[in-house]
Nanobody, 117 residues
Framework: QVQLVESGGGLVQPGGSLRLSCVASGFSLRSYSMRWYRQAPGKERELVATVTSSGGSTNYAASVKGRFTISRDNAKNTVYLQLHSLKPEDTAVYFC??????????WGQGTQVTVSS
């Protein structure tokens, strides 16, 4: 079965950190660029970070630049999103997605991140 499965979300206090993981099964991530999105209640889905297939290039939304880091381990078929200095406005469901030639190919089911004291 081809799927992406996110994990690592949870409840964290402002200023805290989390590491999200996205594991692929049924296919190899090696040839895909990968993205992390998030969607907060009542808001549109937002592209948070991207990484190329080799991991050599990354991009971030202005709202998370300097606080979040996207990385990948192709040997483990996994993509990560490290979240630091979390703020209440980072509260959202975080999704990973694979892309091929800029086209979205697979989505995960999401993992909830809640930043609250």
């Amino acid at each position: 079965q081809v799927q992406l499965v996110e994990s690592g979300g949870g409840l964290v206090q402002p200023g805290g950190s989390l590491r999200l993981s996205c594991v692929a099964s049924g296919f190899s991530l090696r040839s895909y660029s990968m993205r992390w999105y998030r969607q907060a209640p009542g808001k549109e889905r937002e592209l948070v970070a991207t990484v190329t297939s080799s991991g050599g290039s990354t991009n971030y939304a202005a709202s998370v630049k300097g606080r979040f880091t996207i990385s990948r381990d192709n040997a483990k078929n996994t993509v990560y999103l490290q979240l630091h200095s979390l703020k209440p406005e980072d509260t959202a469901v975080y999704f990973c997605a694979s892309t091929w030639n800029q086209q979205l190919t697979h989505w995960g089911q999401g993992t909830q991140v809640t930043v609250s004291s």
